[in-house]
């Protein structure tokens, strides 16, 4: 029987995964969840042999089981291939304490790219088995790996534009180089003079908004998301969790059955709820330990039950953490609700009108296989400078947030369960924080002789997703208000 999903806040609004994909968002503002939880053979002495293409395939054949053995098969071969720079895609590092799962070694080093190396291909093998021939106009906002990571997977793609969204001075040098020398014909990249959630909320806006729908449509144009919203960027994700565990069994790190933590950087939740529906399938998992930086928004809500935006909003070393409005952990509230679409669309109604809500007393104990807690920017980089001395390993500062705040949940639980630290991305694509936490800047340097220093420092490559913005020109240059959003995006489109 076909896997159906449905929104988590009309229960009659349901879909099949390739149609989910294809939508990216619910028409009722909601997101995309699996009715049940799928079968999955988790054989780890089998799987401690497979590729990670193999796991790969074994898990979004599971979650979108609307498309064909075939379809699968061919969208996993074209996206894990050599633009990975290690044949593992995921390799797995051993440092004093805990593992590393290095996510960062697809064509713009940043974890975005597990997902959405595959997304244009499930999304376009979806447009083929629904005969949809409009156009498909992915927007996205982006705290800064996503919308690269997006356009680099859409560009060019046939049948597609992908406008990019992003906060002007809320993103690092490099991450804000890489998205402005972009190249292809369907790519269009805005700045914003605001934040990720500006940016963010007025993108789900013109999701929402009907009218500029039967505008697309005229146009023969309909909307769909590269964001984790999307259940083709989700579903992806949960693989590498699957897989990691079953490198641990390989190595005979941990005995096949027993359980692991993992701790991951968390702003959007897209990442920490993709291994919890790796927990949903049947993998041991202990504790999902969720490290958020300054912008501690989950942090309080982990521990209170209160999710409250209304607070300051801060700009720290690690960008693609630094938003108010987690957006998948809607999806999370939707299951502690029961599955009910009625009680998530009040939580979310009174987060939109007042920015806060607050889950039931049973609801918060259900939260008890997670763990939550911050780190500032001093522990951030006192934690690069530390796992850099002790192991001669460099982490990039969303990296050094969840190895702080393992460091804090050890400290208070004394947990000896094996431990993953979900490492985001490169410390090349934040030169600044991490020279600056290894050595003394003049503060003269720029973010180009930055990464020249770094490799000097820590002995590893320059990756060419950076080596070649040196020379690369700058292509898009918009900087717009973020009111003007829907104006610009019907611009590009040339809308009636």
């Given at each position: 029987m076909t896997l159906i999903y449905?929104?988590?806040?009309?229960?009659?609004?349901?879909?099949t995964a390739s149609?989910?994909?294809?939508?990216?968002?619910?028409?009722?503002?909601?997101?995309?969840?699996?009715?049940?939880?799928?079968?999955?053979?988790?054989?780890?002495?089998?799987?401690?042999?497979?590729?990670?293409?193999?796991?790969?395939?074994?898990?979004?054949?599971?979650?979108?089981?609307?498309?064909?053995?075939?379809?699968?098969?061919?969208?996993?071969?074209?996206?894990?291939?050599?633009?990975f720079d290690d044949a593992a895609i995921a390799p797995l590092v051993k440092l004093d304490g805990q593992y590393n799962l290095e996510l960062f070694h697809g064509n713009t080093i940043a974890?975005?790219?597990?997902?959405?190396?595959?997304?244009?291909y499930l999304m376009t093998t979806a447009a083929k088995k629904h005969g949809v021939d409009r156009e498909i106009v992915i927007l996205t906002a982006t705290s800064g790996d996503t919308g690269k990571a997006a356009m680099a997977g859409f560009a060019d793609v046939p049948g597609t534009k992908i406008v990019v969204f992003y906060p002007k001075d809320g993103v690092s040098k490099i991450?804000?180089?890489?998205?402005?020398?972009?190249?292809?014909?369907?790519?269009?990249?805005?700045?914003?003079?605001?934040?990720?959630?500006?940016?963010?909320?007025?993108?789900k806006a013109m999701f929402n908004n009907e009218a500029l729908r039967d505008k697309?449509?005229?146009n023969g144009k309909q909307f769909s998301s590269a964001n984790s919203m999307n259940i083709g960027r989700l579903v992806p994700q949960i693989a590498y969790y699957v897989y990691a565990y079953a490198q641990l069994v390989k190595s005979g790190a941990?005995?096949?059955?027993?359980?692991?933590?993992?701790?991951?950087?968390?702003?959007?939740?897209?990442?920490?709820?993709?291994?919890?529906?790796?927990?949903?399938?049947?993998l041991p998992v202990g504790k999902l330990i969720c490290a958020s930086n300054e912008n501690n928004v989950l942090t309080d809500f982990f521990r209170t039950g209160t999710y409250d935006k209304n607070r300051d909003f801060f700009v720290t070393s690690s960008p693609s953490m630094d938003i108010l409005v987690s957006s998948n952990l809607e999806r999370l509230i939707f299951h502690l609700t029961g599955d009910s679409d009625v009680s998530t669309s009040e939580l979310m109604t009174s987060l939109n009108t007042t920015g806060v809500y607050k889950i039931s007393d049973d609801m918060l104990a259900e939260l008890n296989g997670f763990?939550?807690?911050?780190?500032?920017?001093?522990?951030?980089?006192?934690?690069i400078a530390t796992t850099f001395k002790v192991d001669h390993y460099v982490e990039d500062p969303h990296t050094a947030v969840a190895s702080a705040v393992y460091k804090k949940y050890l400290a208070e639980t004394q947990d000896p369960t094996p431990t993953?630290?979900?490492?985001?991305?490169?410390?090349?694509?934040?030169?600044?924080?991490?020279?600056?936490?290894?050595?003394?800047?003049?503060?003269?340097?720029?973010?180009?002789?930055?990464?020249?220093?770094?490799?000097?420092?820590?002995?590893?490559?320059?990756?060419?997703a950076v080596s070649e913005l040196f020379d690369a020109p700058v292509l898009h240059d918009a900087v717009i208000p973020a009111a003007e959003m829907q104006s610009a995006v019907e611009r590009y489109l040339a809308l009636d």
């Amino acid at each position: 029987m076909t896997l159906i999903y449905q929104s988590t806040r009309d229960k009659t609004n349901q879909v099949t995964a390739s149609q989910a994909i294809l939508q990216g968002l619910a028409t009722d503002g909601g997101l995309y969840v699996p009715t049940e939880t799928p079968n999955v053979k988790l054989d780890f002495e089998a799987l401690k042999n497979a590729s990670y293409q193999e796991v790969a395939s074994l898990v979004l054949s599971a979650f979108l089981d609307d498309f064909t053995s075939e379809e699968i098969a061919y969208c996993v071969e074209n996206a894990y291939d050599s633009k990975f720079d290690d044949a593992a895609i995921a390799p797995l590092v051993k440092l004093d304490g805990q593992y590393n799962l290095e996510l960062f070694h697809g064509n713009t080093i940043a974890f975005k790219d597990m997902a959405l190396s595959i997304l244009p291909y499930l999304m376009t093998t979806a447009a083929k088995k629904h005969g949809v021939d409009r156009e498909i106009v992915i927007l996205t906002a982006t705290s800064g790996d996503t919308g690269k990571a997006a356009m680099a997977g859409f560009a060019d793609v046939p049948g597609t534009k992908i406008v990019v969204f992003y906060p002007k001075d809320g993103v690092s040098k490099i991450q804000e180089h890489q998205m402005t020398t972009q190249v292809g014909e369907n790519v269009k990249v805005i700045a914003i003079d605001g934040n990720f959630d500006n940016a963010q909320t007025n993108v789900k806006a013109m999701f929402n908004n009907e009218a500029l729908r039967d505008k697309m449509f005229a146009n023969g144009k309909q909307f769909s998301s590269a964001n984790s919203m999307n259940i083709g960027r989700l579903v992806p994700q949960i693989a590498y969790y699957v897989y990691a565990y079953a490198q641990l069994v390989k190595s005979g790190a941990i005995k096949n059955g027993a359980e692991i933590n993992f701790t991951v950087p968390t702003g959007n939740f897209g990442n920490i709820l993709a291994g919890y529906y790796a927990k949903q399938i049947g993998l041991p998992v202990g504790k999902l330990i969720c490290a958020s930086n300054e912008n501690n928004v989950l942090t309080d809500f982990f521990r209170t039950g209160t999710y409250d935006k209304n607070r300051d909003f801060f700009v720290t070393s690690s960008p693609s953490m630094d938003i108010l409005v987690s957006s998948n952990l809607e999806r999370l509230i939707f299951h502690l609700t029961g599955d009910s679409d009625v009680s998530t669309s009040e939580l979310m109604t009174s987060l939109n009108t007042t920015g806060v809500y607050k889950i039931s007393d049973d609801m918060l104990a259900e939260l008890n296989g997670f763990y939550a807690d911050f780190a500032d920017e001093v522990e951030i980089s006192e934690q690069i400078a530390t796992t850099f001395k002790v192991d001669h390993y460099v982490e990039d500062p969303h990296t050094a947030v969840a190895s702080a705040v393992y460091k804090k949940y050890l400290a208070e639980t004394q947990d000896p369960t094996p431990t993953v630290i979900v490492s985001t991305a490169s410390p090349y694509k934040f030169p600044k924080v991490v020279v600056e936490s290894l050595t003394t800047l003049t503060g003269e340097e720029d973010d180009f002789d930055l990464v020249k220093k770094l490799e000097e420092i820590s002995g590893t490559p320059l990756p060419k997703a950076v080596s070649e913005l040196f020379d690369a020109p700058v292509l898009h240059d918009a900087v717009i208000p973020a009111a003007e959003m829907q104006s610009a995006v019907e611009r590009y489109l040339a809308l009636d």
